[in-house]
């Protein structure tokens, strides 16, 4: 290791548990966090159509088209989430990655101290570390069958080095989504404290058995401390377009302009536009992935019956807890895919892979892997 800043960072590892499901195209692959609902039609079609604009094709405008920002306000607020002005409170990113890192390069100094909930993201918890922030873990705990957040050891977390909370809802890899009383508490600890949250809403929108969205930024005095991280990578299904924003309250804005020029730079203009295509989608788009979704969330709770797993409220994948298997999260031969999930993984003549948790969800207090549930198998 050259430089200490890398110290405590490990690689993502995925492209260990790729290469260990090889070209076998009988195996449903688990490992990385796609899917194979497909982007809105309409999105594609401009995006297409964008390819021969002139005007797209350009450096301009830095922190992004206005006809986005505008588009995405609109979103947030159509959604619940209070009134911003797109031009004015929003940046545009290439990707939620670098999102994040923007934002949190804007809201901590070295040394600061950033609330993360274990588990998390790997991609938050590492990105905190970059910045040169220290990370603070709050557990998730297993409460009735039901993912739920520590709300003494949240409170137990915040020091005077404390900056920022930083939480992603519906939260990946664990499938928890907080709670009103969860999300009240974090808005409490933040005025009490004077704390900002750092929000990733990328599953948002992802809930399932009928729960509905719920935006931390329109609780009571909390538009102004919300610092918003979106992308159209997951709800969409907008995977490859690499496109994200910060929505920056005030005049924080425009530190993240000047973080984002020299860290992203300028986002693909074909990219933003079927973006922006993509936003104005009715409703009924995402409520069809959804129940997609939930039925193979159902299918695979089914078939890992049986098996230490917490069942998600909302997202992409689940935890399976692979110490109580007799395994640890780095070396798990529990299988992340089956032969087309036609048995459970731990059966015999079952399809056996590494977890995808090899580096790419942080679990720090517990071993666990992690399945995608994002992908399509066969009926059993």
């Given at each position: 290791m050259s430089v200490k800043r890398l110290a405590h960072i490990p690689g993502f590892n995925i492209d260990r548990v790729a290469a260990a499901a090889g070209t076998d195209p009988d195996v449903l692959r688990m490992e990385n966090l796609d899917t194979d609902?497909?982007?809105?039609?309409?999105?594609?079609?401009?995006?297409?159509?964008?390819i021969g604009e002139d005007e797209a094709n350009s450096w301009l405008p830095f922190t992004g088209r206005d006809d986005l920002k505008d588009a995405i306000a609109a979103y947030?607020?159509?959604?619940?989430?209070?009134?911003y002005d797109g031009r004015r409170e929003i940046v545009i990113t290439c990707g939620e990655g670098d999102a994040m890192l923007d934002a949190l390069f804007c809201v901590t100094d070295p040394g600061d101290e950033v609330i993360l909930t274990d588990p998390t993201y790997a991609g938050m918890l590492n990105r905190v570390r970059l910045v040169g922030a220290t990370p603070r873990l709050v557990p998730l705990r297993v409460i009735n069958g039901a993912w739920r957040l520590d709300l003494e050891a949240l409170r137990a977390a915040v020091s005077d080095r404390t900056?920022?909370?930083?939480?992603?809802?519906?939260?990946?890899?664990?499938?928890?989504?907080?709670?009103?009383d969860e999300w009240a508490a974090v808005a409490s600890i933040c005025r009490e404290r004077d704390l900002r949250l750092l929000y990733w809403g990328g599953f948002e929108g992802v809930l399932f058995d009928g729960r509905p969205i719920r935006h931390p930024a329109a609780l009571a005095g909390m538009r102004d401390r919300t610092v918003t991280v979106g992308s159209p990578t997951l709800e969409q299904r907008m995977i490859a377009w690499r496109i994200g924003w910060v929505v920056a309250p005030g005049d924080l804005v425009n530190d993240v302009s000047r973080v984002h020029i020299y860290n992203g730079l300028v986002p693909s203009g074909f990219n933003q536009i079927g973006t922006r295509v993509a936003l104005g989608v009715g409703d009924k788009d995402l409520a069809m992935a959804n129940a997609e979704w939930q039925r193979r969330r159902d299918e695979t709770l089914r078939q890992l019956k049986g098996l230490p797993v917490v069942r998600p409220a909302g997202g992409w994948s689940l935890l399976l807890d692979v110490a109580v298997l007799g395994s640890t999260a780095w070396t798990s031969p529990i299988g992340s895919s089956s032969k087309r999930w036609q048995q459970p993984p731990c059966e015999a003549g079952a399809t056996r892979l590494p977890t995808g948790t090899s580096g790419s969800s942080s679990v720090t207090s517990r071993s666990s892997g992690w399945l995608c549930l994002a992908k399509g198998f066969i009926e059993p």
């Amino acid at each position: 290791m050259s430089v200490k800043r890398l110290a405590h960072i490990p690689g993502f590892n995925i492209d260990r548990v790729a290469a260990a499901a090889g070209t076998d195209p009988d195996v449903l692959r688990m490992e990385n966090l796609d899917t194979d609902i497909p982007p809105p039609e309409a999105a594609m079609e401009a995006t297409r159509a964008a390819i021969g604009e002139d005007e797209a094709n350009s450096w301009l405008p830095f922190t992004g088209r206005d006809d986005l920002k505008d588009a995405i306000a609109a979103y947030i607020e159509r959604r619940g989430g209070p009134r911003y002005d797109g031009r004015r409170e929003i940046v545009i990113t290439c990707g939620e990655g670098d999102a994040m890192l923007d934002a949190l390069f804007c809201v901590t100094d070295p040394g600061d101290e950033v609330i993360l909930t274990d588990p998390t993201y790997a991609g938050m918890l590492n990105r905190v570390r970059l910045v040169g922030a220290t990370p603070r873990l709050v557990p998730l705990r297993v409460i009735n069958g039901a993912w739920r957040l520590d709300l003494e050891a949240l409170r137990a977390a915040v020091s005077d080095r404390t900056r920022v909370v930083f939480i992603n809802n519906a939260s990946f890899p664990s499938g928890w989504v907080a709670s009103d009383d969860e999300w009240a508490a974090v808005a409490s600890i933040c005025r009490e404290r004077d704390l900002r949250l750092l929000y990733w809403g990328g599953f948002e929108g992802v809930l399932f058995d009928g729960r509905p969205i719920r935006h931390p930024a329109a609780l009571a005095g909390m538009r102004d401390r919300t610092v918003t991280v979106g992308s159209p990578t997951l709800e969409q299904r907008m995977i490859a377009w690499r496109i994200g924003w910060v929505v920056a309250p005030g005049d924080l804005v425009n530190d993240v302009s000047r973080v984002h020029i020299y860290n992203g730079l300028v986002p693909s203009g074909f990219n933003q536009i079927g973006t922006r295509v993509a936003l104005g989608v009715g409703d009924k788009d995402l409520a069809m992935a959804n129940a997609e979704w939930q039925r193979r969330r159902d299918e695979t709770l089914r078939q890992l019956k049986g098996l230490p797993v917490v069942r998600p409220a909302g997202g992409w994948s689940l935890l399976l807890d692979v110490a109580v298997l007799g395994s640890t999260a780095w070396t798990s031969p529990i299988g992340s895919s089956s032969k087309r999930w036609q048995q459970p993984p731990c059966e015999a003549g079952a399809t056996r892979l590494p977890t995808g948790t090899s580096g790419s969800s942080s679990v720090t207090s517990r071993s666990s892997g992690w399945l995608c549930l994002a992908k399509g198998f066969i009926e059993p």
